[in-house]
């Protein structure tokens, strides 16, 4: 996730777009009521998206794979506790992460040194397939999910 100090804002057309200074990559933006894409015709912000990620192999925080959307889908997660790996907890801060795998179910870590709803430090929390959960950050250092039924 991006804070202020690394973003920028810049006209697309006629789209606001905000910016991260040093990827290029859209943070959120709103769309012009009159642009050509339907979907986005109402004005509603949009968030950066990754999709089509593979989960680290073999689990594991220090190398799981970084989280660094806004929505995150997971595709592939060749076995059991794969892992991801969430951004600081910084307070306001939200992030989506999508297990969309076939069958397994992939660990989420925290960054180094931060916590997931009531877990220890650096424990990751297993999402199961075909699962979305929301990270919102209210106090820093720890993440609180929203886990869809």
């Known amino acids: 996730m991006s804070d202020l100090s690394t973003v920028k804002a810049r006209v697309n057309g006629g789209d606001l777009e905000y910016v991260d200074k ?22 509603r912000p949009r968030y950066s998206v990754a999709a089509g990620l593979t989960a680290h192999a073999g689990g594991g925080q220090a190398s799981a794979l970084a989280l660094t959307a806004r929505v995150n889908q997971v595709s592939t997660v060749a076995t059991a506790a794969d892992s991801v790996v969430l951004p600081a907890a910084i307070a306001g801060e939200e992030i989506v992460v999508i297990n ?16 997931i709803n009531a ?3 650096n424990t990751a929390l ?9 990270f919102v950050c209210a106090v820093n250092g720890t993440w609180n999910s929203i886990l869809t039924a």
């Open 119 to 121: 877990l220890a430090a």
């Open 126 to 134: 297993s999402v199961v397939a075909n699962k979305a959960i929301m």
């Open 22 to 43: 040093a990827s290029g990559n859209v943070v959120f933006s709103f769309v012009n009521a009159n642009g050509s894409t339907p979907a986005f015709k109402t004005g």
């Open 100 to 115: 969309a795998a076939a069958a397994n179910a992939m660990n989420v870590f925290p960054a180094t040194g931060d916590a």
